[in-house]
């Protein structure tokens, strides 16, 4: 199978800060099923910050719609959307 364009598996980065516990990882990747993603990171920091970082794929309404998925979620503290990267 021939590799995709460039521009093909180009994505943007959704970034959040949460609060680790809860079933947070969980409830996280339960919402991204619908969507192309092709990164998920999942980082516990200091005093149980959970950084989150998310690759999708897709026009600017499919990465709105999955930073405002995530933002509903209970202990979700801030989302930013970063351009393609």
Do not use: C
């Amino acid at each position: 199978m021939p590799a995709l364009p460039a521009a093909d598996v180009s994505s943007t980065r959704v970034r959040a800060r949460a609060v680790d516990g809860n079933a947070m990882l969980t409830r996280i990747t339960s919402i991204l099923g619908p969507f192309s993603i092709d990164r998920f990171e999942y980082v516990v920091g200091p005093e149980a910050d959970a950084l989150v970082e998310i690759g999708v794929r897709g026009d600017a309404w499919q990465v709105e719609r999955v930073a405002a998925k995530i933002n509903r979620l209970i202990g979700v503290r801030d989302v930013v959307i970063d351009p393609a990267a």
